[in-house]
């Protein structure tokens, strides 16, 4: 039980609070408490709920816009905003005979923007503090970690997730990533004897929609600036009890559900639905009201309250804290347009909501006058026909016979006037007008370029639609930037033991692992590997590659050949992944001779594999060597640094001896001892290491 007692207070264990995930190892990290019971529940829990309500009336307009976005691009667009019943009205017929059909742009400009959008992944890496290669060691490290949360291998991947949040900041125009610690994930380390397994606990996210918060001020553009964010979301009293351990009485709460519309649409002869968002219910629910204080005078730690109902479950420190031990708001918002001065952004749809109406009104017009010429009106002289009712009740059919007094003249179809050049030609003004606010022309949707389009006119078509959207993909590129960083914090404040994580090799590789601390990371300077990645193409980056190759940057100065360890990282660059393993070998190499080093650093000599390519590893050998890192552990174990010369030398010895057998056509070795007789060996459960390689000696 000793081991499991250690493992449980290292890790520590609490439900799985949203929001307050971690809220153990947080209490160790800057004193909190879980549940103060000091406070006066009902008071906290009246005052949360009265600002919450103070924040929903004061973005009610806001809100409506936003429903109105979303109506627009479902295809429901005969409504408005009506701010006296502030709602969301639809609009009646104002004649019986009115076209209502739905021509929709706005969603295949949506769409095309998203495709080009999720197109542009963010590569995140993290640059070195110093140049000192402890520094650039655990930048790598660092990078492999951030790189592992966003390819997510074992889960659906963030990529995914990326896709979500950037639907929601095309309809709505902001959106909000919540990455928090839950200690009741990821591996499974041991039973703490009740039944209860312990958990190394990971980083987790959710996707906030900016219905579910509330900023202080909506003109602080922010949310590091501002002093208090609310999250509110409805859950049921059985989720509830879950993951908050409590009892509450449930009610009838309001949600937004689908439903077909009450004024139909379409044209003669013919009519359609189309769902609209309407208010609903859902039974037996609570709002779960999460309020969060930066920290101030009141609250010098910052404060997490969570309100549902009458009850206050979690009041307690932030329990979340940076590289420089300050509490931070776990939200990291994504905006489609920026909009100075302001908390929300903006989105394409609100722009093209008017010119939207317009299309529809013209083509509907247009469509009248069609049935207006197909079906004409008819002219007649006052009782001059003997079947005048069924004339004015069905009309004249193909193969009426129509009877009129002697002496009147014949019922006149009315002529119509010639359509306009100018509604015509409004139709492609419309169309344009689309193109411009929304920054997709018709050439990004289409399948083929249009016939006798030059070259050199489509490259620039693409680079306009591209520089057009890059406005919102450079907004993702912040967020995946700024969230990177929120993921090194947690796993430096909550990762209290070594750390294994599955990670892609560089050239695309198969997965593979790597092994870390907390100690490992700290670099928090997270960019993007390439900037501008929705502008610059595959093609015209294999260009640059390839003029950067020409002008003999990858070669050795010394030989002018291609450096080997280069070659990985050309076909890295050149997006061609895994080319038929032409260069996982080395990779293979250099990566086992970097896990060699980990050897040292826990005071073990790998022992040498005939099959190395000794070269790559007296290079990474001697490069760790020459580190402070190396330095600092020689001063603990003095014995650390003859035994690594001496790992180097036999390399050596290795090398000279393949090359002279190799001339002679003589067999390769098969064993290299060296030291003296290992005390003792560390096995993993397979028999090998935890790499699944032979032994290593323990010094």
């Known amino acids: 039980m000793a081991f499991l007692d250690t493992v449980s207070k290292m ?26 019971t000091q406070i006066d529940e009902a008071k906290v829990a009246a005052d949360i709920k009265k600002e919450w309500e103070k924040r929903r009336e004061a973005r009610v307009t806001r809100e409506l816009q936003w429903q109105l976005n979303r109506e627009f691009l479902s295809g429901n667009q005969y409504c408005d ?12 017929f104002i004649y019986d005979d009115e076209e209502r059909e739905v021509f929709n742009l706005i969603a295949p400009k949506v769409e095309t923007r998203l495709a080009k959008l999720n197109k542009a992944k963010p590569a995140l890496m993290v640059r070195p503090a110093s140049e000192s290669h402890k520094d650039i060691s655990t930048a790598k490290v660092s990078t492999k970690v951030v790189r592992g949360v966003y390819n997510d291998i074992d889960k659906i991947g963030m990529q995914e997730y990326f896709k979500t949040v950037n639907a929601w900041s095309e309809v709505v125009g902001t959106v909000f990533h919540k990455s928090v610690w839950d200690p009741n994930i990821g591996r499974v380390l041991a039973d703490d004897g009740s039944g209860q397994l312990v958990r190394e606990g990971d980083v987790t996210h959710y996707v906030a929609p900016a219905f579910e918060i509330y900023p202080e001020s909506e003109y602080i553009e922010h949310v590091e600036a501002q002093g208090s964010m609310i999250h509110a979301k409805p859950y049921t009293v059985v989720e509830i009890e879950n993951i908050y351990g409590i009892k509450v009485k449930g009610r009838s709460v309001d949600v937004y559900n689908l439903e077909n519309s009450r004024i139909s649409t ?88 008017p010119v939207q109406r317009r299309f529809n009104a013209l083509k509907n017009r247009i469509h009248e006058y069609i049935n207006m010429t197909a079906v004409p009106a008819w002219t007649m002289e006052q009782d001059s026909l003997v079947n005048k009712e069924d004339l004015q009740a069905n009309g004249i059919r193909a193969g009426d ?135 610059t193409s595959v093609a015209q980056k294999r260009q640059q590659v390839i003029f950067l190759l020409s002008q003999g940057l990858f070669h050795d100065p010394v030989t002018g050949q291609l450096i080997p360890s280069m070659r990985a990282k050309l076909f890295e660059m050149f997006e061609l992944g895994n080319w038929e393993d032409a260069v996982s070998l080395e990779n293979i190499h250099i990566r086992r001779a970097n896990e060699e080093n980990m050897y040292f650093k826990r005071n073990m000599i790998p022992q040498i594999n ?82 699944g390689r032979p032994t290593a000696m323990a010094i």
């Open 401 to 535: 016979v129509i009877e009129r007094i002697p002496g009147s003249s014949p019922p006149t179809a009315l002529q119509m006037p010639n359509i306009q050049y100018e509604v015509l030609n409004e139709d492609a003004r419309l169309r344009d007008l689309f193109t411009e606010i929304s920054g997709v022309s018709d050439f990004a949707s289409q399948s083929a370029a249009p016939a006798g389009t030059p070259g050199v006119g489509m490259e620039l078509i693409k680079q306009q639609d591209d520089s057009r959207v890059s406005l919102t993909s450079e907004n993702i590129e912040i967020a995946a930037k700024s969230l990177g960083k929120k993921w090194l914090w947690l796993y430096r404040q909550f990762v209290k033991a070594p750390r294994m994580t599955k990670v892609v090799g560089d050239d695309h590789s198969l997965p593979y692992i790597i092994e870390w601390t907390e100690n490992d990371l700290t670099s928090y300077d997270v960019v993007l590997e390439t900037e501008d990645l929705l502008t």
């Open 11 to 36: 890790f520590g264990r609490q439900e799985n609070i949203e929001g307050a995930e971690g809220a153990e190892g947080a209490s160790g990290a800057n004193g909190s408490s879980f549940v103060d």
């Open 81 to 92: 905003i009506n701010t006296v019943s502030r709602s969301i009205d639809e609009i009646p």
């Open 266 to 353: 379409g044209g003669l002869g013919y009519t359609a639905s189309v769902q609209r968002y309407v208010k609903g219910q859902v039974e037996d629910s609570e709002v779960v009201i999460e309020c969060y204080y930066k920290p101030c005078k009141k609250y010098p730690k910052g404060k997490l309250i969570t309100v549902i109902g009458d009850k206050v479950p979690v009041y307690m420190d932030l329990p979340w804290v940076d590289n420089y031990g300050v509490p931070y708001y776990p939200f990291t918002k994504q905006v489609c347009i920026r909009e100075a001065g302001c908390f929300w952004g903006k989105t394409i749809i609100e722009r093209l909501v």
């Open 610 to 691: 005939p099959l190395d390519q000794d070269d790559l590893h007296v290079r990474e050998h001697t490069r760790f060597a020459l580190t402070t890192e190396f330095e600092d552990l020689a001063k603990v174990n003095p014995m650390l640094r003859q035994y690594m010369f001496e790992h180097i030398s036999m390399h050596h010895m290795m090398q000279t001896q393949k090359a002279g057998m190799g001339q002679l056509g003589m067999p390769q070795p098969q064993t290299v001892q060296q030291g003296a007789t290992p005390p003792a060996q560390v096995r993993a459960p397979n028999g090998g290491d935890i790499y």
